[in-house]
DNA sequence: TAGATTGTTAATCGATTAACAATC
DNA sequence: TAGATTGTTAATCGATTAACAATC
């Protein structure tokens, strides 16, 4: 799987199909062309066959897709196949929350360790996983095959913080800091700015929802 | 403030505007040039000029930008001057860490009210709120002019959910239920959905890393 | 086989970048 | 005034949509 150049839209798609496909697999829907997928989804068709033929022929001429095949594929295209040691900088509010709501497990996201700089909090069990405290990341990190880190902590220690995730080998920051990361290019920066997803939909209210 | 048909593209960009902007007041920097904020924000000066000329000139030819200035004048397209209710719906692990986690209020968001189907949670205190049960949200919503509804709640009754609230006259949705609401067009709508993100970074995982 | 629907090429549309005249 | 830098037009690039030949 290394057609590079896959363009940033098109990934930002592909969950959103897994989803809808996922959905008709539970409803018992065996086969699906572009043109009723279409309709579901609110996209044009074309782009439907367009974003599929980035990464090969899924579908059958005169048939469509088949559902559960196509759900498999994406799947494995986003990596789903794969399981993935994660942990949690932060033991606050969201990052409790986070290892509290996401049902992470199901889709092979491995909670190994959740971490806090702040003593007062460690030691407390969070879906049963005892609170550690920072220092002990580093080391912690290298001795579970740890790829993901998700950083729920103030912006203040957040680059600090990912200078470190970056040498210790992880693959991945899912960034929850309102701030701009500065790691080397080979690492994956997936950035979640509540504040600024907020300010988008105060844009939204004050200039009348265009679309 | 009525220039429509601003592409969602500029208005996605302008929270990180807004972000580095108030780095640099804080740091004191009275004014900055295209080029100089093109440099530290890694995009392009052309891209900043032409971001900013959506909504009139900020700028002073052999002067560049004034910080202060082009900050106040970021936060009034966004809204930010504005003040607005709101509610949470869905005092679950995620409902609670946002009414904690979010300095809302500090940018003019207010939270009003939280919400639960669930007797058992209702009356316990979030941040100085009590958790109220859902019956009672549509007459709460009516009755303190509740502008923005925060859906934290399971994807199974948001659909429903969202059809009230649109009926109750609120004006946008924040939506981190894993499933695309169908609400009338003036009513904005503004998806977290953190799935998707996270499946954003397995792909970046898998596949190296592209950019 | 005929009908349906994909895979794929070509056309269009929109967003980004480059260039430069206007102007502080 | 000369230098700097914007505002804005023109050129390029990329993404989306339309069209249709290939094929199941």
Redesign the interface.
């Known amino acids: 799987?290394?057609d590079?150049?896959?363009s940033q839209a098109v990934?930002?798609r592909?969950?959103?199909y897994?989803?809808y496909l996922g959905d008709l697999k539970d409803n018992g829907i065996e086969r699906i062309s572009s043109q009723d997928l279409s309709k579901l989804m609110k996209v044009t068709a074309s782009q439907i066959r367009q974003d599929f033929n980035n990464f090969g022929g899924f579908g059958q001429q005169g048939y469509g897709y088949n559902v559960e095949y196509l759900y498999d594929e994406i799947a494995k295209?986003?990596?789903?196949n794969?399981k993935?040691n994660l942990v949690i900088i932060g033991a606050?509010?969201?990052g409790?929350?986070?290892a509290?709501?996401?049902n992470?497990e199901r889709?092979g996201?491995i909670v190994k360790g959740i971490f806090d700089n702040n003593q007062a909090i460690c030691g407390k069990v969070v879906r049963g996983i005892s609170v550690q405290h920072v220092d002990g990341l580093e080391k912690f990190i290298r001795k579970n095959d740890v790829?993901?880190a998700v950083l729920t902590i103030p912006k203040e220690g957040a680059v600090k913080t990912a200078e470190v995730l970056a040498k210790c080998g992880v693959?991945?920051i899912?960034n929850f800091a309102?701030v701009d990361l500065n790691v080397p290019?080979?690492?994956?920066v997936?950035n979640?700015?509540?504040?600024?997803?907020?300010?988008?939909?105060?844009?939204?209210?004050?200039?009348?929802?265009?679309?």
Do not use: C, T
């Open positions: 799987m290394d590079k150049n896959i990934i930002a592909l969950p959103r897994y989803r295209i986003l990596g789903l794969e993935h606050g509010n969201l409790q929350a986070l509290n709501y996401m992470f889709r996201f790829d993901i693959k991945a899912w309102h290019a080979d690492i994956v997936e979640v700015h509540l504040s600024d997803s907020l300010m988008k939909l105060s844009y939204g209210i004050v200039n009348g929802s265009v679309e």
